[in-house]
């Protein structure tokens, strides 16, 4: 490999937040190149300096043109510098030879304590197995290795596996998250310039010879791309090296790079401080920290939102099947498939006649021939209207409430002497006071048999038998139903009404010959409780 096989390509800024520079290396001599095809591999920094390929060919850059004394290249022609190795011997156009690469890498592994049967082949297998761990995938590996020959990759690829080199230099597959926490910081110039100085010295003469001056002028003899790309990625090594080393200084400070300039003095202090400040405490940026976690966050979300569809889908197939019973039972009503029965009650205008039944048929029929009845009274100004009786639970608690009023209520007896039904309009108290009234019945008719109201109210106790007011009341009204009553009198607004009150219609029990269900009768209804 020689000097004109190395160059230098610049990812763009999706990669990361640091600078992504690959070095491109030209290779036309492998094993399996039997035709001297152009392949290219490529190294992106590692994210340990230890482990760096750029990092470790600056090294050897600066051990062969500052320590060890070898003239720099010159680009005058193409002829003078593109036999220059990069591995050398003895002489720097020629190659290093396989006997003392092997020796090398044989004293280079008893140093590390390794013991491997292959030598120089390990660092190609280990490459292949480590990125294979990583989850880098088949087609990267073998494009990384040139084992790949299909006409894809030999004739319009670029040949450079881009998520092989990322694995390999300790970052993730996916581009983006490329950060170098010892980039940060570049180096200042008075440092770099000391790094092969003669970059700027060819520099001129490049620029002269792109407007196509010859070496008199101030140019070169021949158009070189390849000197070109090389001083490029020389200009990048300078800064590639000065960062590596200000990392590696404080692990390895008997380096002997430390003893050449650029490497001491009151600027190389400053920068190697300002490096190492950053390489430890350094986070990654938080755009990156985002990006990083925008995988995970939208794994969450979509498994979210696949159970949230899922129990919105079960939802809506219980909704529609409630809803088709809904419209089966609605289309069976307005077919006439199920009875209806009217319960209901009839205002206090002229009575109602019911039509004679018709004879049967196919589907029945109801036909009602009433008088509209007439609008309920409004109520008087000053009149009471209670929603609901308050809760009792004794005895003496259902006469306190007739005779003096409880909660805050007025006493029912004077709400009935004064204002009759009206003051109870809604069909719950209604109920409520039909039933508490068969106790206050019940009272009224033993008081006035001559009892005193301590005794009625200890023999409706005593009846009671600790049960609750509901039980007492279904046991009064089946003693009522029997015969057993005691005097069987009916009372009507706290005034006691002979059981017998002589000829003529009886009034029913509640409200005397004033309320309406004198006129149209009391439907029986079921117990309900208080």
């Not at 140093?111 to 995938?137: F, I, N, W, Y």
């Not at 019940?442 to 048999?449: G, I």
């Not at 009916?490 to 003529?504: I, L, M, N, S």
Request: hydrophobic fraction near 40%; include cysteine.
């Amino acid at each position: 490999m020689e000097l004109a096989d190395l160059s230098l390509l610049d990812y763009p800024s999706s990669e990361g937040p640091s600078p992504c520079g690959c070095l491109v290396t030209l290779l036309q001599d492998g094993k399996l190149n039997k035709t001297a095809k152009k392949e290219f591999m490529g190294a992106l920094r590692h994210k340990d300096p230890l482990f760096c390929t750029q990092g470790a060919l600056a090294q050897l850059f600066f051990w062969r043109w500052h320590v060890a004394g070898e003239p720099s290249p010159s680009f005058r022609r193409r002829q003078d510098w593109y036999r220059i190795k990069v591995l050398v011997g003895r002489d720097r156009e020629q190659e290093l030879s396989y006997p003392t690469q092997l020796q090398e890498t044989w004293r280079i592994f008893g140093a590390a304590g390794l013991m491997a049967s292959k030598k120089t082949h390990l660092p190609r297998r280990v490459g292949a197995q480590d990125a294979e761990t990583h989850g880098t995938s088949l087609a990267q590996i073998s494009q990384a290795g040139r084992w790949n020959q299909s006409v894809l990759c030999q004739a319009y690829l670029t040949r450079l596996p881009r998520q092989f080199m990322r694995i390999v230099a300790g970052f993730s597959a996916s581009p983006g998250d490329y950060f170098l926490a010892r980039a940060a910081h570049e180096p200042p110039y008075v440092l770099q310039k000391q790094l092969w100085p003669w970059i700027e010295e060819w520099e001129p003469r490049f620029e002269a010879r792109a407007r196509r001056q010859c070496w008199a002028e101030g140019g070169l003899d021949d158009d070189d791309l390849a000197a070109d790309g090389f001083l490029k990625l020389m200009r990048r090594l300078r800064i590639v090296l000065l960062q590596d080393l200000a990392v590696l200084q404080p692990r390895y400070p008997s380096l002997p790079f430390f003893a050449y300039a650029p490497f001491n003095g009151p600027e190389w202090d400053e920068f190697a401080v300002a490096v190492r400040s950053d390489a430890v405490g350094a986070t990654e940026p938080l755009s990156l920290l985002v990006q990083c976690a925008l995988p995970e966050l939208s794994g969450v979300l979509e498994s979210t939102r696949e159970a949230v569809l899922q129990n919105s889908q079960r939802l809506a197939i219980r909704l529609e099947a409630q809803l088709e019973g809904i419209q089966d039972g609605l289309d069976a009503l307005l077919q006439g498939k199920v009875p209806v029965t009217f319960t209901g009650h009839f205002g206090a205008g002229p009575a109602v006649s019911l039509a004679p039944a018709p004879a049967p048929s196919t589907a029945p029929t109801l036909n009602f021939n009433t008088a509209p009845a007439p609008a309920p009274e409004p109520p008087v100004p000053g009149m009471p209207v209670v929603a609901a009786l308050a809760k009792v639970f004794t005895v003496r608690d259902v006469w306190k409430e007739w005779e003096e009023g409880i909660a805050g209520q007025p006493a029912v007896r004077v709400l009935e002497e004064t204002w009759g039904s009206r003051w109870r309009p809604g069909n719950g108290i209604r109920v409520q006071f039909c039933r508490r009234k068969v106790i206050w019945d019940e009272l009224l008719a033993r008081t006035a048999s001559g009892k005193s109201e301590e005794e009625a109210v200890a023999e409706l106790e005593l009846l009671r038998a600790g049960q609750s007011l509901n039980r007492l009341i279904d046991e009064l009204k089946q003693r009522r139903r029997r015969g057993q009553g005691q005097g069987r009198i009916r009372v009507q607004v706290g005034t006691p009404v002979p059981d017998d009150p002589g000829p003529g219609p009886r009034p029913t029990r509640g409200q005397g010959h004033r309320g309406r269900w004198a006129r149209l009768g009391r439907r029986r209804t079921a117990p309900r409780r208080q």
